[in-house]
């Protein structure tokens, strides 16, 4: 290897690891982060350990069921296949009505699958966690001119379209998606679910929604990833096609 060569590879490793650092210095230099960490940085170490989950080496991914108002928390070592899931999450207040999220100001919390890509440490709600809506196949499927967006997972327990966590949960939510960020998972993947996509769940919602065919084949598309990350435990790679369905 040239020097040159040699030099080039060291600044991008170096300038990577930096920024990794860099991350969560920052993050740390919010007062609520900080408190987070004195408050549960030891329970998170040790449902981490209990789990044999290194701290260094954390990935993430949230599930949640807005009908049963559950946030489910799947972590994995960064070598491992399979996530596992480490914790479950009340979620305090709901807004809307089954069904995705297709315009601004519908009150509606999006159903699909999305990323966690944005981190408030000064949120007006605590600490808050951003949601990629609207996504590309939301942007395929509604015809409304203003989407909206801003969805949230944050704290206190007030809505409008968002998933509030009250300021206590979201303090040990956060600081997992913080730490997976700082190591390397810039992208958390996050599954929105209208319900368990159960036979049962499936059959007595299709009874209640019988009048909306379109609703009904949209939920369907989305049990088909509902049910392959059930069966896998493992990161989806959804892509979407021209009309808007969810493939993997």
Known sequence: MSRNLFFLVFLVVFSSATARKDFLSEQKKYPRVRQAFQEKGD???????????????LQILLVAYKNEQILELYAKNKTDQTYTKIANYRV???????????EEGDGQVPEGFYYIDRYNPASTYYLSLGVNYPNQADRIRSKAK???GD????GQCVTIGCLPMTDEKIKEIYLYAIQACQNGQKLIPMYIFPFRMNQNNMQRFAEEYADQPELLAFWKNLKTGHDLFLQTRQELRPRVASNGKYYF
């Open 43 to 57: 329970f998170i170490s040790g449902v981490l350990g209990t789990n044999q989950i290194q701290e260094n080496a």
């Open 151 to 154: 969805i949230f997972v944050h």
């Open 146 to 148: 203003r989407l909206g």
């Open 92 to 102: 305090c207040e709901q807004s809307g009505e089954l069904g995705p999220k297709s």
